[in-house]
């Protein structure tokens, strides 16, 4: 006969089962509090440079309440105004034609990269303002995912067009962000998506779209980058006025066939063909993994959070909140596993050090020089990340970076507002213990300020 347990023991075993259930409840809905470095964690993951005052803000909270907090105060317009030279001109002053002279074209291409400097010391100096960090970290996220670089755009406010998109659906819809980025004035100048018509099409985006963009390498074939080429046909690029207009004589109205989808599809269906199919999602959530979690996805748990996004049709906030609330995220093998990009580094220096933001032409040309220029990404497929930000000589570019502001803020790092309790700046800007003997001693020596700038000097502060 089988047995069965005893009464008592019985009645354990189901308050064994009760709180384990409980525990999977809490678990589910992120109901673990944050201890300290938790706090840090987050912040510095979704952020760029947390202060003790920011961190001790979320201390206590449980997780979903400090991701619920971050994902709620997500605006999708800039804390700044525009850049100066959006206002000040039209397009059509500011373009080459025929009659011009070698020198009259020389001030132009002048004028172009003063416009290109300024955009980017605008954005860093949005990053360092801005009450959501996290706007600004997947306003960059989608930069880099649909790489599109002035050096061939040539078109400082189409670059900031397309950066106000981005920054719109940052944290709002990727369908919809799909939709507007194959009709997007600079994405169109960068993959000829001007250039393809009837009868001469251009599969430049349409490549893109699917292997960069939504798919990866691998889920589609020559046949489906040839007709979705032609379901883009028909757009061009006003750069009187820096807009796109559709052309329908441009347009290629003809049957074709998309992943196995067949019929006359246009820009928007062909969009739609591509966020129909499983890849998109997860090939979304493997980069969202390598940007918040870790630099190995694991893949039983992007297929989940896969499954919630699509789900969700797409909505960004819904990855995130799934992604940041997984048992991965919050893994302590998974911290200090990510190197900061050179913006994430600059950006988070400036804000910890309250550094003025009203000339930052000198930050501009730090995250040039340490490989990430704002708006001119490499190629189609952007920075590379992770252990490719750090070479012999980007590292000596950082390390002269910090050194220098350090020296300079140290009038503000040693004011009533940078102080902190004696071994809290180590544990707020440091993913992993100090590999240096200056942070223990700044520390022991009970000097918040002579803390803080041993910890930036220490290579940890490169990990996040």
């Not at 938790?38 to 449980?62: K, Q």
């Not at 893109?208 to 691998?218: C, I, K, Q």
């Not at 009203?358 to 490989?371: K, Q, S």
Request: hydrophobic share 45%; with cysteine.
């Amino acid at each position: 006969m089988p047995s069965f347990p005893s009464p008592d023991r019985a009645s354990r075993v189901f308050a064994c089962l009760i709180a384990m259930c409980i525990a999977a409840v809490a678990h589910a809905d992120g109901g673990a509090r944050l201890s300290f470095d938790d706090a840090r964690h987050l912040l510095a993951r979704t952020g760029f440079g947390p202060t003790p005052a920011e961190v001790h803000a979320l201390e206590g909270r449980t997780r979903a309440e400090a991701v619920d907090a971050l994902l709620a105060g997500a605006p999708t317009t800039p804390t700044l105004a525009p850049p100066t030279f959006t206002l000040t001109s039209t397009p059509s002053d500011e373009r080459a034609h025929p009659g011009m002279s070698q020198d009259e074209r020389k001030a132009l291409r002048q004028h172009e990269r003063t416009h290109v400097q300024a955009l980017r010391s605008w954005w860093l100096a949005e990053m360092c303002a801005t009450d959501s960090p996290l706007t600004e970290r997947m306003t960059l996220f989608w930069h880099d995912h649909f790489a599109t670089g002035v050096q061939k755009v040539r078109d400082a406010r189409l670059m900031y067009q397309q950066n106000a998109l981005f920054r719109h659906e940052a944290l709002g819809n990727f369908a919809t962000l799909l939709h507007a980025v194959a009709k997007d004035p600079a994405m169109l100048v960068w993959l000829d998506g001007g250039r393809n018509r009837e009868g001469a099409p251009n599969e430049n985006f349409a490549r893109e779209a699917m292997e960069l963009f939504t798919l990866g390498e691998g889920h589609y074939t020559q046949a489906d980058v040839a007709d979705a080429a032609r379901a883009f046909t028909g757009f061009v690029v006003d750069r009187a006025n820096d807009r796109a207009l559709y052309r329908p004589r441009r347009h290629d109205d003809g049957e074709k066939t998309m992943l196995g989808v067949h019929g006359r599809l246009d820009a928007d269906g062909a969009i739609d063909v591509l966020l129909a199919r499983p890849e998109t999602a997860t090939f979304i959530v493997t980069k969202l993994w390598r940007e918040f979690v870790s630099p190995a996805p694991d893949a039983h748990e992007v297929a989940r959070i896969a499954d919630a996004f699509r789900t969700s049709h797409y909505d960004i906030k819904t990855a995130l909140r799934t992604l940041l609330l997984s048992d991965a995220f919050w893994d302590t093998k998974n911290r200090g596993t990510l190197v900061k990009s050179p913006v994430e580094l600059v950006v988070g220096t400036l804000r910890v050090l309250r550094i003025d933001t009203d000339d930052l032409r000198p930050a501009v040309v730090a995250t040039n020089r340490m490989g990430e220029a704002l708006f001119a990404p490499p190629n189609v497929r952007g920075w590379p990340g992770g252990d490719a930000w750090i070479t012999s000589a980007t590292l000596l570019v950082r390390e002269q970076f910090i050194g220098r502001v350090t020296r300079e803020a140290w009038g503000a790092m040693t004011s009533e507002p940078m102080k902190a309790k004696s071994g809290e700046w180590q544990h707020v800007l440091l993913a992993l213990p100090p590999v240096s003997a200056g942070v223990a001693e700044a520390t022991a020596e009970r000097d918040p300020a002579a803390e803080l700038r041993a910890a930036m000097l220490d290579p940890v502060y490169e990990l996040k």
